[in-house]
């Protein structure tokens, strides 16, 4: 996937408001493409805050997806804590038969402690397989 989380929404969005028939949007969802997630896809990490400056702003919340269905809060808050730092909470996202969607929101305790999650797990395979 090449595509920053951000696109992806922007995609997701675009494709949405360009099926009511909104001719701007239509042209809009042709440029950025639609995107498919794979089983195999890594997971990605966001920010959940766009800073307005080109200074990063320091985080404490992220968005993890891409998640194996099997991954619970439990080991989502252990790799966290032990490779960042103290968390204040974590939601994984299910479906309404109780399955897993494969997204996490993870809250850190300190401001700075998303940033560094951010550049350390975005992208890359948590589990190495």
Not at 82 to 87: A, F, R, W
Request: glycine share 8%; charged share 25%.
């Amino acid at each position: 996937m090449d595509k920053s989380l951000d696109d992806i929404v922007a995609a997701s969005h675009a494709a949405k408001h360009a099926k009511r028939g909104g001719r701007r949007n239509g042209a809009r969802a042709q440029v950025l493409g639609t995107t498919r997630t794979s089983p195999a896809a890594k997971a990605r990490i966001a920010n959940t805050t766009k800073p307005a400056s080109t200074i990063p702003q320091p985080v404490e919340k992220i968005v993890v997806s891409n998640l194996p269905a099997d991954v619970n809060e439990a080991q989502v808050k252990e790799l966290f804590q032990t490779t960042v730092g103290p968390l204040r909470e974590v939601n994984i996202q299910y479906d309404s038969n109780g399955r897993s969607k494969g997204v996490a929101w993870v809250v850190f305790q300190k401001k700075g402690d998303g940033n560094k999650a951010y550049q350390q797990y975005n992208n890359r395979l948590i589990d190495g397989s």
